[in-house]
C-alpha cells in the first residue's frame, strides 16, 4: 500500500488510490477525501471511491451539508437507515 500511495503525484491521484485500498480490507461503499484551505472553513473533495469526483466536483463549508457538519464537530457521522426505508442521502451542493 505504502509503495502505491507514494507513487502518486497530486491529491486527487492519492485520495483515489488510498480509498481504493481501503475498500479491498474494509466494507466501504461510498468514500471521499476533502481538502481544507489554508483558513480550515471550506472543503473541497478531492478524491471518491464509487462516486466520479471529476464529473461533479463539490465543495463544502464549515456546517455545511453533512460534510460541513461532520467537520465542524471533528468526528466522523454515522449514518443508518431505517429497518423500512431506504437510506437516502442529501448533502449541499454548489
Keep these: ?3 502505491r500511495l507514494q507513487s502518486t ?3 486527487t491521484a492519492f485520495a483515489n488510490a488510498l480509498l481504493s485500498r481501503l475498500s ?3 466494507d466501504l461503499l461510498y468514500g471521499a477525501v476533502y481538502l481544507a ?3 480550515h472553513t471550506r472543503f473541497s473533495r478531492i478524491g471518491a471511491f464509487a462516486t466520479d469526483v471529476a464529473a461533479e466536483p463539490r465543495e463544502f463549508a ?3 451539508g453533512q460534510v460541513g457538519q ?3 464537530e471533528r468526528r466522523t457521522l454515522h449514518i443508518l437507515p431505517a429497518s423500512d426505508k431506504q437510506l437516502q442521502v442529501s448533502t449541499a451542493t454548489r
Design 37 to 39: 484551505d489554508e483558513g
Design 70 to 72: 461532520a467537520a465542524a
Design 9 to 11: 503525484h497530486d491529491f
Design 24 to 26: 479491498e480490507n474494509l
Design 62 to 64: 464549515l456546517g455545511d
Design 1 to 3: 500500500m505504502t509503495q
